[in-house]
């Protein structure tokens, strides 16, 4: 891939060389995703495997990915939060994509993104198997941050109409001095500890609310801005909505890369251990304060 980031000397190249090849095939593939949308907006009779509505547009970025991630020497295996198993594509490391977070923006016509997360262990793997994550946001324009193994920021790129990129910030940070949270989940179901929290953040007059409906379009204006990111453990679903290896791992990984912190309430998501593919688990992420605060008051739970 393009960039600025050389090749630790401690990580072995065909490591590498696939990780680089991987993030390579996303940003390319990602004005075929954006240019397929039209036409793909529509819901099919399908439900992916975690019971929600599949549009016509998630069955195919997922096929394309799924086809091209496939290709690439090195890569063993690869799996998508649409597709209900683990598809065997050679041997080496394993590549879990969502490949289009947020797809009921696609009727209002909102932003929405296509996250990929590298491990270097089988499926389901944990955090701390992370390589690389990275994900591509389609807002105004077409975007990608990529955080690496053994780096201590994270690189954001934009990405042309023509599948060509170019990086535009090397050294990507959380910003001190937050400024925007967002959190999903029907309020109603809130635990009250967690309406406490909010309401101290909503108390806070340096603080303001932005709140899309696609995870990445939200986590993007936490990592731009500052700030926090939720979506909730919620009394009828107390793991949340969020897929821990498809959601939860790349974006605790690619924010605590970027110098802020995750949680799942309790400890780093990278830290969270669960056995089923698509296991859902309560995500926080934004600044290490922000986080601190978040388990200290949900700490009081049972
Ligand atoms: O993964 C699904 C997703 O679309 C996330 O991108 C987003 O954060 C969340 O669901 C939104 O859920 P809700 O519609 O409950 O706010």
Redesign the pocket.
Known sequence: MATNKDSSPTEPAPTNTTVNAVLDTVARSAPDIRNGLPGRRVAIEGTNPSGESQKAADVYADELLCERIGEIPNVGEYASEERESVVDVGSGLSVCV?PL????NLEPNAAMGTIVAIYDAPLPATGRDIVAAAYVLYGATTTMIVALENKDTVAEYVIHPDGNYQIVQGEMTIPDGPSVYGF??RVPYWVDEFKAYVEEIESDPGMKLRYG????G?VNQVLTYGGIFG?PTLTNAPEG???VQF?GYPVGYILETAGGASSDGQQSLLDVEKDDLHARTPVYVGNESLIDDLESALAGRD
């Open positions: 969502d977070d947020g797809s009921s999903g989940g409906g696609a995870m990445i939200d979506y909505k969020l897929r959601e």
